[in-house]
C-alpha cells in the first residue's frame, strides 16, 4: 500500500501553525474552565433571584423560559460550597498570580531550553493538576487555589515560547498569520463553555474538570512529536522549505543565543508602550473571560448551559476578525501601503478605542438581554485587530527577543487577571445588579480607550536598535560589562580560526 507523503501537499510551516492554533486553544481551555464551572460548584445566593426577576421584566413570556435559573436542578451538578464572592474572585484569579509569576521567567526558560520543551512540560502538569481539580475542591478551597496557582505558573511559559517559535517559522510576509494562530484561545473559549455546561448539565461538574484534563494530555503526546524549535531541527521538513524560511529571516535572527539587552529595553520608549497597550488588551480579555458568565447567569438569568453558549459568542466573533485582520495586515506590508508603525496605530481603533465605545454603549442597555449580548460581541470582536496591535508589536520591536519581551508584556498584563476578579468580587459583594456591573463596564471601557491612546502617542513599529544582530554593544551581565563581537567574528570564531 502506497504510503501518502505529507510533505508533498502539506508545508512542514502549516502543520506548525497548526500546532500553534491548538495550543493556545488548549491553553484556554484550562484557563477559562472554572468560569463556567464554579456557577455548579456554589450554592446561589438568594439575593440574585431579585436581580434576575428586574431584568425578566424585560423578557417576553415567550422566551422566558431561556432565563430562569432554576435553584432544583443545581444540586444535582454535583456538591456545592458557600463560597461567597470574594473567595470566588480569589479562585478564579489564582491561575493569573501563577501566570503572572512566571511570565518573565517563562520567556528566559523558552530562550534557555527551548520552546518545545517548555510547553510539552507545561502542558503535562497542567493535565494532571486538572484532572485533580475535583479532589482539591473537596480537601479545602485554599487546595483549590494552589492548584489553579501552579496551573498558571507552568501557563506562563506558553506564550513567551509561541513567541519564540513565531520568531524563527513565521517568514516575513507570513507573519500576520502566524500571529493569528495566537487566537487560538478565542476558539478554545467558544467551545469550552458551552461543551462544559452541557458537561454539567447532564454528568456533573467533576466531569468537567476530567474531561479538560484528558483532552490536554493527549493534544500534548501530538505537541511533543509534530513540534520542532526552529525548522534547522526539524526531522521531517524538506530541504526546500528549510532554505525558504531560513533566507527570508536572515539578517533579524541571531543563529547563537544572545543576553537580553534588559537595561536598554528598560530605557525604551516603544517598549513600554508595548506594555501598556498590552495590559489594555489583556483587561478586556480577561474581564470577560473570568467575569462574563457570571453577568449573564447571575444579572441577566440565563441558565448554566445557555451561559456557556452565550458567553463563548464574543470569542468566535474574535477568532473570525482576528483572522480577517491578520490577513488584511498582510497585504498591507505586501503592498507597502502603510508602514509598521502606522498599522500598528491605525489598528489600535480597532483593537482597542472601539472596544472600549462598546463596553461602555453596553451600560445603556439595561435589561435588553439582546443588546447587551451584541455589544459585549461586537466588543471583543472588534478586538481581534489586536493581531495587528500588541500582539505582534514584540516581533517588531526585537525579533530576536520577541519571546523575551511578550513575556514581560504578558506578566505585566495578567495582573489583570486577578485585579479585575477583584474587583468584580468588591462591588457585587453586598449586591449584583446591573448598577454595580455598569460600575464594572465603565472601568473596564477607559482602560481599553487610555491604553490604546498612549500606544497611538508613544507606539513604534521600527526595529529597534537593541535587536541588531551584527553591530557591536556593550551588554552588561550580572552587572559585569562584556563587550560583544561582530556577528561574524564571535569569540567561538576566533577560536576555531586560531587552532586552524
Same mark, same amino acid.
Given at each position: 500500500?502506497?504510503?501518502?507523503?505529507?510533505?508533498?501537499?502539506?508545508?512542514?510551516?502549516?502543520?506548525?501553525?497548526?500546532?500553534?492554533?491548538?495550543?493556545?486553544?488548549?491553553?484556554?481551555?484550562?484557563?477559562?474552565?472554572?468560569?463556567?464551572?464554579?456557577?455548579?460548584?456554589?450554592?446561589?445566593?438568594?439575593?440574585?433571584?431579585?436581580? /434576575?426577576?428586574?431584568?425578566?421584566?424585560?423578557?417576553?413570556?415567550?422566551?422566558?423560559?431561556?432565563?430562569?435559573?432554576?435553584?432544583?436542578?443545581?444540586?444535582?451538578?454535583?456538591?456545592?460550597?458557600?463560597?461567597?464572592?470574594?473567595?470566588?474572585?480569589?479562585?478564579?484569579?489564582?491561575?493569573?498570580?501563577?501566570?503572572?509569576? /512566571?511570565?518573565?521567567?517563562?520567556?528566559?526558560?523558552?530562550?534557555?531550553?527551548?520552546?518545545?520543551?517548555?510547553?510539552?512540560?507545561?502542558?503535562?502538569?497542567?493535565?494532571?493538576?486538572?484532572? &485533580?481539580?475535583?479532589?482539591?475542591?473537596?480537601?479545602?478551597?485554599?487546595?483549590?487555589?494552589?492548584?489553579?496557582?501552579?496551573?498558571?505558573? &507552568?501557563?506562563?511559559?506558553?506564550?513567551?515560547?509561541?513567541?519564540?517559535?513565531?520568531?524563527?517559522?513565521?517568514?516575513?510576509?507570513?507573519?500576520?498569520?502566524?500571529?493569528?494562530?495566537?487566537?487560538?484561545?478565542?476558539? +478554545?473559549?467558544?467551545?469550552?463553555?458551552?461543551?462544559?455546561?452541557?458537561?454539567?448539565?447532564?454528568?456533573?461538574?467533576?466531569?468537567?474538570?476530567?474531561?479538560?484534563?484528558?483532552?490536554?494530555?493527549?493534544?500534548?503526546?501530538?505537541?511533543?512529536?509534530?513540534?520542532?524549535?526552529?525548522?534547522?531541527?526539524?526531522?521531517?521538513?524538506?530541504?526546500?522549505?528549510?532554505?525558504?524560511?531560513?533566507?527570508?529571516?536572515?539578517?533579524?535572527?541571531?543563529?547563537?543565543?544572545?543576553?537580553?539587552?534588559?537595561?536598554?529595553?528598560?530605557?525604551?520608549?516603544?517598549?513600554?508602550?508595548?506594555?501598556?497597550?498590552?495590559?489594555?488588551?489583556?483587561?478586556?480579555?480577561?474581564?470577560?473571560?473570568?467575569?462574563?458568565?457570571?453577568?449573564?447567569?447571575?444579572?441577566?438569568?440565563?441558565?448554566? +448551559?445557555?451561559?456557556?453558549?452565550?458567553?463563548?459568542?464574543?470569542?468566535?466573533?474574535?477568532?473570525?476578525?482576528?483572522?480577517?485582520?491578520?490577513?488584511?495586515?498582510?497585504?498591507?506590508?505586501?503592498?507597502?501601503?502603510?508602514?509598521?508603525?502606522?498599522?500598528?496605530?491605525?489598528?489600535?481603533?480597532?483593537?482597542?478605542?472601539?472596544?472600549? &465605545?462598546?463596553?461602555?454603549?453596553?451600560?445603556?442597555?439595561?435589561?435588553?438581554?439582546?443588546?447587551?449580548?451584541?455589544?459585549?460581541?461586537?466588543?471583543?470582536?472588534?478586538?481581534?485587530?489586536?493581531?495587528?496591535?500588541?500582539?505582534?508589536?514584540?516581533?517588531?520591536?526585537?525579533?530576536?527577543?520577541?519571546?523575551?519581551?511578550?513575556?514581560?508584556?504578558?506578566?505585566?498584563?495578567?495582573?489583570?487577571?486577578?485585579?479585575?476578579?477583584?474587583?468584580?468580587?468588591?462591588?457585587?459583594?453586598?449586591?449584583?445588579?446591573?448598577?454595580?456591573?455598569?460600575?464594572?463596564?465603565?472601568?473596564?471601557?477607559?482602560?481599553?480607550?487610555?491604553? +490604546?491612546?498612549?500606544?497611538?502617542?508613544?507606539?513604534?513599529?521600527?526595529?529597534?536598535?537593541?535587536?541588531?544582530?551584527?553591530?557591536?554593544?556593550?551588554?552588561?551581565?550580572?552587572?559585569?560589562?562584556?563587550?560583544?563581537?561582530?556577528?561574524?567574528?564571535?569569540?567561538?570564531?576566533?577560536?576555531?580560526?586560531?587552532?586552524?
Amino acid at each position: 500500500m502506497a504510503i501518502i507523503n505529507i510533505k508533498s501537499f502539506l508545508p512542514t510551516r502549516a502543520i506548525i501553525w497548526i500546532m500553534l492554533f491548538t495550543c493556545t486553544f488548549f491553553l484556554y481551555m484550562i484557563r477559562i474552565n472554572l468560569s463556567i464551572i464554579i456557577l455548579a460548584m456554589v450554592e446561589p445566593k438568594k439575593g440574585n433571584i431579585t436581580v /434576575t426577576a428586574e431584568c425578566l421584566r424585560e423578557v417576553t413570556p415567550a422566551n422566558i423560559s431561556d432565563h430562569v435559573i432554576i435553584e432544583s436542578k443545581v444540586s444535582n451538578y454535583g456538591e456545592q460550597y458557600k463560597w461567597d464572592s470574594n473567595l470566588q474572585g480569589l479562585i478564579l484569579g489564582s491561575y493569573f498570580w501563577g501566570f503572572f509569576l /512566571t511570565g518573565i521567567p517563562g520567556g528566559i526558560l523558552a530562550g534557555r531550553f527551548g520552546p518545545t520543551r517548555c510547553i510539552t512540560i507545561s502542558f503535562i502538569v497542567s493535565g494532571v493538576l486538572t484532572l &485533580v481539580g475535583p479532589w482539591a475542591a473537596a480537601i479545602h478551597p485554599v487546595v483549590l487555589i494552589i492548584s489553579r496557582f501552579l496551573i498558571g505558573a &507552568v501557563g506562563g511559559v506558553v506564550f513567551p515560547s509561541l513567541h519564540f517559535l513565531v520568531s524563527r517559522w513565521a517568514p516575513p510576509d507570513e507573519k500576520g498569520k502566524f500571529i493569528g494562530a495566537l487566537l487560538g484561545g478565542s476558539l +478554545g473559549t467558544m467551545i469550552t463553555w458551552p461543551m462544559l455546561g452541557a458537561i454539567i448539565e447532564s454528568f456533573g461538574w467533576t466531569w468537567a474538570f476530567l474531561s479538560c484534563g484528558i483532552f490536554v494530555i493527549c493534544w500534548t503526546v501530538l505537541w511533543f512529536y509534530l513540534v520542532a524549535d526552529s525548522p534547522e531541527v526539524h526531522p521531517r521538513i524538506s530541504e526546500e522549505e528549510k532554505a525558504y524560511i531560513t533566507d527570508s529571516l536572515s539578517g533579524n535572527i541571531a543563529k547563537e543565543k544572545r543576553q537580553p539587552p534588559y537595561k536598554k529595553m528598560a530605557c525604551s520608549v516603544p517598549f513600554w508602550t508595548l506594555i501598556i497597550l498590552h495590559f489594555g488588551n489583556l483587561w478586556g480579555l480577561f474581564f470577560l473571560m473570568t467575569a462574563g458568565p457570571n453577568f449573564l447567569s447571575s444579572v441577566l438569568g440565563f441558565t448554566l +448551559g445557555h451561559t456557556g453558549f452565550l458567553a463563548a459568542l464574543p470569542y468566535f466573533a474574535r477568532l473570525i476578525f482576528g483572522f480577517l485582520f491578520g490577513q488584511l495586515g498582510d497585504l498591507i506590508i505586501r503592498k507597502s501601503w502603510m508602514n509598521k508603525t502606522m498599522i500598528r496605530k491605525s489598528f489600535v481603533l480597532f483593537s482597542h478605542i472601539l472596544p472600549g &465605545v462598546l463596553l461602555f454603549v453596553q451600560t445603556l442597555t439595561g435589561c435588553d438581554v439582546t443588546w447587551a449580548i451584541v455589544l459585549i460581541t461586537l466588543s471583543l470582536g472588534s478586538n481581534g485587530a489586536s493581531t495587528l496591535t500588541n500582539l505582534q508589536n514584540s516581533q517588531d520591536l526585537a525579533p530576536n527577543f520577541a519571546g523575551i519581551i511578550y513575556g514581560i508584556a504578558n506578566c505585566i498584563g495578567s495582573t489583570t487577571g486577578f485585579i479585575s476578579p477583584a474587583i468584580v468580587g468588591y462591588l457585587t459583594e453586598k449586591h449584583n445588579g446591573l448598577n454595580e456591573w455598569h460600575t464594572i463596564f465603565y472601568i473596564g471601557s477607559s482602560v481599553y480607550i487610555g491604553c +490604546g491612546i498612549i500606544f497611538c502617542i508613544f507606539g513604534s513599529g521600527d526595529v529597534q536598535p537593541w535587536n541588531d544582530i551584527v553591530s557591536t554593544e556593550k551588554k552588561e551581565v550580572d552587572g559585569i560589562e562584556n563587550i560583544a563581537f561582530d556577528s561574524f567574528e564571535t569569540k567561538k570564531d576566533m577560536e576555531v580560526s586560531n587552532k586552524v
